[in-house]
């Protein structure tokens, strides 16, 4: 009987990890010279584009701040972020709930009326969206905003959450129901606590889509007050094109929160995709 080596021929191995340490610098590369150019002044840049800065001046991070007005911008971006997160991990598990564990005859269609909407891109729904907001009132308002940004993460949420419920064993839920428990207690005591895993995943997802999202709040809203950070950032490379210092500080700021974020919860992302994804 061949015996299985579990090991990598050394060449084999060579060439992963040199192809793994490729693909980080590829990675890292940009932001370092996007950090490095974000000290420097537009002549600098311009006579120095790819060395390190001679005189590091962080007057481009204070002039792109309060000339991009970037104190609201940040604190619509938080707002926006953390409200349609918690509304999408909320409503995403009620409804897995519902889908995966009370039968119902409407129960398909609700759910493929659901899971459809993965199909659908924002560029496709842009046009009626907006006459859509318009039409009831809402354009130039945060609940203009939110409701869009819930209802295009509620597709793939529901979806996600739908699979990970259906792995939790009937038995569960049939001897809290013999036992007299409501299906909101059951939601409440037995599977907001198992759906932990799939709730981490979703938050991951939608922070980082929320945080990013450019298109819908361009055109949902038109008041600088309710903007956010892309749209903020936006305005340095069209009026200020020339002024390369403070368009680098812009990107440097709308991009840190992502990574502290990344940094400071890096283990639980790792365990939460992949938990959610095993599960699922």
């Known amino acids: 009987m061949m015996r299985v080596r579990s090991d990598f021929h050394p060449l084999l191995r060579f060439f992963v990890y040199a192809m793994m340490i490729l693909f980080t610098l590829l990675t890292i590369a940009p932001l370092i010279w996007l950090i490095l150019s974000s000290f420097k002044t537009t002549t600098e840049f311009q006579l120095n584009r790819i060395g390190w800065p001679q005189n590091p001046t962080f007057f481009n991070y204070t002039s792109a701040w309060k000339l991009g007005k970037f104190g609201t911008l940040f604190l619509n971006s938080l707002f926006f972020t953390i409200a349609s997160t918690l509304a999408i991990i909320f409503l995403a598990v009620s409804a897995g709930f519902a889908f995966a564990k009370i039968r119902s005859k409407a129960t398909p269609i609700l759910h493929g009326s659901f899971v459809i909407g993965i199909l659908l891109t924002i560029q496709s ?91 819908l709040i361009n055109i949902l809203v038109s008041s600088e007050s309710l903007r956010t950070l892309p749209v903020g950032i936006l305005r340095f490379s069209s009026a200020l094109s020339s002024d390369y210092g403070r368009q680098f500080a812009a990107l440097v700021i709308g991009m840190l929160p992502m990574v502290i974020f990344y940094l400071v919860f890096r283990n639980q992302i790792t365990k939460g995709v992949s938990a959610g994804a095993i599960k699922g």
């Open 125 to 215: 729904i842009m046009v009626p969206l907006f006459l859509l907001v318009n039409a009831v009132g809402l354009y130039n308002t945060r609940t203009g905003v939110l409701i869009p940004y819930i209802g295009m993460g509620m597709p793939m949420a529901v979806y996600l959450c739908t699979e990970f419920i259906k792995g939790i064993p009937d038995s569960v839920v049939e001897s809290a129901r013999i036992d007299g428990a409501s299906y909101l207690k059951i939601l409440q005591a037995i599977i907001w606590p198992m759906t932990r895993p799939v709730a981490v995943t979703l938050a991951i997802l939608n922070i980082a889509g929320v945080w990013n999202e450019f298109m």
